[in-house]
Protein backbone atom coordinates (compact mmCIF):
# COMPACT_ATOMS: atom_id res chain seq x y z
CA UNK A 1 0.00 0.00 0.00
CA UNK A 2 3.16 2.07 0.08
CA UNK A 3 2.44 3.04 -3.87
CA UNK A 4 1.13 6.36 -4.93
CA UNK A 5 -2.30 5.87 -6.37
CA UNK A 6 -2.73 9.22 -7.64
CA UNK A 7 -0.41 9.05 -10.70
CA UNK A 8 -2.14 6.12 -11.37
CA UNK A 9 -5.27 8.00 -11.01
CA UNK A 10 -3.80 10.46 -13.29
CA UNK A 11 -3.14 8.59 -16.66
CA UNK A 12 -6.32 7.74 -16.81
CA UNK A 13 -8.10 11.16 -15.90
CA UNK A 14 -6.12 13.32 -17.80
CA UNK A 15 -6.17 10.80 -20.67
CA UNK A 16 -9.57 12.41 -22.84
CA UNK A 17 -7.90 16.08 -21.91
CA UNK A 18 -4.84 15.38 -23.41
CA UNK A 19 -6.42 14.06 -26.49
CA UNK A 20 -8.72 17.01 -27.11
CA UNK A 21 -5.50 18.94 -27.09
CA UNK A 22 -3.82 17.37 -29.08
CA UNK A 23 -6.81 17.43 -31.85
CA UNK A 24 -6.83 21.48 -31.41
CA UNK A 25 -3.11 21.74 -31.83
CA UNK A 26 -3.12 19.30 -34.71
CA UNK A 27 -5.81 21.91 -36.25
CA UNK A 28 -8.62 19.51 -35.49
CA UNK A 29 -10.57 21.64 -33.53
CA UNK A 30 -13.94 19.99 -33.71
CA UNK A 31 -12.63 16.50 -33.16
CA UNK A 32 -11.15 18.05 -29.93
CA UNK A 33 -14.77 19.67 -29.16
CA UNK A 34 -16.11 16.54 -29.02
CA UNK A 35 -13.42 14.52 -27.27
CA UNK A 36 -14.55 17.06 -23.88
CA UNK A 37 -18.01 15.50 -24.42
CA UNK A 38 -18.58 14.72 -20.19
CA UNK A 39 -19.38 11.11 -21.12
CA UNK A 40 -15.54 11.09 -22.05
CA UNK A 41 -14.56 12.67 -19.39
CA UNK A 42 -15.96 11.06 -16.87
CA UNK A 43 -15.42 7.76 -18.02
CA UNK A 44 -11.34 8.42 -17.92
CA UNK A 45 -11.97 9.87 -14.43
CA UNK A 46 -13.61 6.54 -13.83
CA UNK A 47 -10.93 4.57 -15.34
CA UNK A 48 -8.76 6.06 -13.19
CA UNK A 49 -10.20 5.19 -9.54
CA UNK A 50 -10.88 1.41 -11.42
CA UNK A 51 -7.36 1.44 -11.90
CA UNK A 52 -6.40 3.08 -8.40
CA UNK A 53 -8.39 0.29 -6.63
CA UNK A 54 -7.03 -2.13 -8.11
CA UNK A 55 -3.64 -1.24 -7.33
CA UNK A 56 -4.52 -0.69 -3.94
CA UNK A 57 -6.33 -4.12 -3.98
CA UNK A 58 -9.97 -2.72 -2.77
CA UNK A 59 -13.11 -1.75 -4.45
CA UNK A 60 -14.00 0.87 -6.69
CA UNK A 61 -16.70 1.86 -4.16
CA UNK A 62 -13.56 2.04 -1.31
CA UNK A 63 -11.56 4.41 -3.85
CA UNK A 64 -14.83 6.82 -4.57
CA UNK A 65 -15.70 7.51 -0.54
CA UNK A 66 -12.22 9.25 -0.23
CA UNK A 67 -13.20 11.27 -3.53
CA UNK A 68 -15.49 14.90 -3.37
CA UNK A 69 -17.72 12.39 -5.91
CA UNK A 70 -20.72 15.41 -5.78
CA UNK A 71 -18.36 18.03 -6.61
CA UNK A 72 -17.18 15.88 -9.69
CA UNK A 73 -20.80 15.59 -10.91
CA UNK A 74 -21.33 18.78 -10.61
CA UNK A 75 -18.02 20.39 -12.34
CA UNK A 76 -18.86 17.71 -15.13
CA UNK A 77 -22.36 18.51 -15.32
CA UNK A 78 -21.51 22.38 -15.72
CA UNK A 79 -18.78 21.11 -18.05
CA UNK A 80 -20.93 19.68 -20.48
CA UNK A 81 -23.51 22.36 -20.91
CA UNK A 82 -20.08 24.75 -22.03
CA UNK A 83 -18.54 21.74 -23.88
CA UNK A 84 -22.31 21.74 -25.75
CA UNK A 85 -22.66 25.37 -26.50
CA UNK A 86 -19.07 25.49 -28.04
CA UNK A 87 -19.90 23.22 -30.13
CA UNK A 88 -22.70 25.27 -31.04
CA UNK A 89 -20.52 28.16 -31.86
CA UNK A 90 -18.07 26.46 -33.61
CA UNK A 91 -20.27 25.19 -36.53
CA UNK A 92 -22.02 28.03 -36.38
CA UNK A 93 -18.95 30.66 -36.52
CA UNK A 94 -15.84 29.28 -37.54
CA UNK A 95 -16.18 29.07 -41.13
CA UNK A 96 -16.17 32.68 -41.68
CA UNK A 97 -12.98 33.13 -39.92
CA UNK A 98 -9.45 32.65 -41.69
CA UNK A 99 -6.38 31.74 -39.98
CA UNK A 100 -8.17 30.69 -36.87
CA UNK A 101 -5.53 28.02 -35.75
CA UNK A 102 -2.44 30.04 -36.24
CA UNK A 103 -0.32 30.31 -32.69
CA UNK A 104 -2.52 27.90 -30.84
CA UNK A 105 0.41 25.36 -30.51
CA UNK A 106 2.64 27.79 -28.82
CA UNK A 107 0.55 27.71 -25.51
CA UNK A 108 2.37 24.18 -24.79
CA UNK A 109 5.77 23.26 -24.25
CA UNK A 110 7.97 20.86 -26.55
CA UNK A 111 7.91 17.93 -25.30
CA UNK A 112 4.81 18.37 -22.86
CA UNK A 113 0.91 17.13 -23.60
CA UNK A 114 -1.24 20.11 -24.55
CA UNK A 115 -3.29 21.95 -22.12
CA UNK A 116 -6.59 22.43 -23.97
CA UNK A 117 -7.45 25.26 -21.32
CA UNK A 118 -4.69 27.35 -22.60
CA UNK A 119 -5.26 26.37 -26.42
CA UNK A 120 -9.10 26.97 -25.77
CA UNK A 121 -8.53 30.13 -23.70
CA UNK A 122 -6.57 31.71 -26.71
CA UNK A 123 -9.03 30.34 -29.64
CA UNK A 124 -10.68 32.71 -27.62
CA UNK A 125 -9.09 35.47 -27.53
CA UNK A 126 -8.45 35.40 -31.22
CA UNK A 127 -12.21 35.98 -31.96
CA UNK A 128 -12.81 38.05 -28.59
CA UNK A 129 -14.66 41.09 -31.51
CA UNK A 130 -17.57 38.22 -32.14
CA UNK A 131 -18.49 37.84 -28.84
CA UNK A 132 -21.42 35.07 -29.60
CA UNK A 133 -18.46 33.42 -30.75
CA UNK A 134 -15.66 33.83 -28.05
CA UNK A 135 -17.68 33.53 -25.19
CA UNK A 136 -18.63 30.01 -25.25
CA UNK A 137 -15.02 29.52 -26.15
CA UNK A 138 -13.74 31.00 -23.25
CA UNK A 139 -16.68 29.37 -20.77
CA UNK A 140 -15.48 26.25 -22.09
CA UNK A 141 -12.12 26.74 -21.40
CA UNK A 142 -12.80 28.05 -17.78
CA UNK A 143 -14.37 25.13 -17.31
CA UNK A 144 -12.01 22.70 -18.48
CA UNK A 145 -9.63 24.09 -16.22
CA UNK A 146 -11.83 23.66 -13.25
CA UNK A 147 -12.51 19.82 -14.07
CA UNK A 148 -8.69 19.94 -14.43
CA UNK A 149 -8.13 20.96 -10.79
CA UNK A 150 -10.68 18.33 -9.71
CA UNK A 151 -8.66 15.93 -10.93
CA UNK A 152 -5.59 17.54 -9.07
CA UNK A 153 -7.94 17.73 -6.31
CA UNK A 154 -8.47 14.06 -6.59
CA UNK A 155 -5.29 13.10 -6.89
CA UNK A 156 -3.88 14.63 -4.02
CA UNK A 157 -6.38 13.56 -1.80
CA UNK A 158 -5.26 9.75 -3.28
CA UNK A 159 -1.65 10.13 -2.29
CA UNK A 160 -2.11 11.76 0.77
CA UNK A 161 -5.09 9.88 2.47
CA UNK A 162 -5.75 7.27 0.53
CA UNK A 163 -3.07 5.35 1.50
CA UNK A 164 -3.89 4.77 4.82
CA UNK A 165 -7.66 4.63 4.21
CA UNK A 166 -7.62 2.02 1.53
CA UNK A 167 -5.17 0.39 3.93
CA UNK A 168 -7.41 -0.47 5.94
CA UNK A 169 -10.48 -1.11 3.33
CA UNK A 170 -7.92 -3.87 2.09
CA UNK A 171 -7.20 -5.31 5.53
CA UNK A 172 -11.15 -5.61 6.05
CA UNK A 173 -11.79 -7.28 2.74
CA UNK A 174 -8.83 -9.86 3.47
CA UNK A 175 -10.56 -10.70 6.69
CA UNK A 176 -13.37 -11.61 4.90
CA UNK A 177 -11.98 -12.93 2.54
CA UNK A 178 -9.78 -15.27 4.93
CA UNK A 179 -13.07 -15.57 6.83
CA UNK A 180 -15.23 -17.34 3.91
CA UNK A 181 -12.07 -19.39 3.29
CA UNK A 182 -12.39 -20.76 6.88
CA UNK A 183 -15.93 -21.03 6.47
CA UNK A 184 -15.23 -23.25 3.86
CA UNK A 185 -12.97 -25.36 4.46
CA UNK A 186 -14.94 -25.90 8.11
CA UNK A 187 -18.10 -26.97 5.77
CA UNK A 188 -15.89 -29.84 3.46
CA UNK A 189 -14.24 -30.81 6.72
CA UNK A 190 -17.32 -31.70 8.49
CA UNK A 191 -18.71 -33.45 4.99
CA UNK A 192 -15.65 -35.24 4.87
CA UNK A 193 -15.97 -36.57 8.09
CA UNK A 194 -19.82 -37.42 7.12
CA UNK A 195 -18.72 -39.54 4.85
CA UNK A 196 -16.14 -41.35 6.41
CA UNK A 197 -18.20 -41.99 9.41
CA UNK A 198 -21.20 -43.57 7.00
CA UNK A 199 -18.44 -45.41 5.28
CA UNK A 200 -17.26 -47.11 8.32
CA UNK A 201 -20.76 -47.63 9.25
CA UNK A 202 -21.43 -49.63 5.99
CA UNK A 203 -18.33 -51.90 6.08
CA UNK A 204 -19.42 -52.64 9.97
CA UNK A 205 -22.97 -53.85 8.55
CA UNK A 206 -21.40 -55.83 5.27
CA UNK A 207 -18.76 -57.15 7.90
CA UNK A 208 -21.54 -58.45 10.33
CA UNK A 209 -23.71 -59.76 6.92
CA UNK A 210 -20.77 -61.70 6.16
CA UNK A 211 -20.75 -63.58 9.32
CA UNK A 212 -21.97 -67.21 8.62
Known sequence: MGVKLGGTFLICAMGPLHQAGACIQASRVPDGLRE?????LLGGFQRGIEQAAKLAGVRKED????LPMDDV??????LGDSQTEA???WDVYAGRIGGLLEGV???????????VSLCLERLANKVRRDRPFAEPLQALAEDVSQWQSMIGRCRKLLDESGGGALAKAYRR???RKLGSIAVSALVIVAALSVIVRVQTARKRV???LARP
Not at 36 to 40: F, H, M, Q, V
Not at 63 to 66: A, D, F, Q
Open 36 to 40: LAPEG
Open 63 to 66: VERL
Open 73 to 78: RAAIEQ
Open 87 to 89: VVA
Open 105 to 115: AEVTNHGQAPD
Open 173 to 175: RQI
Open 206 to 208: DAL
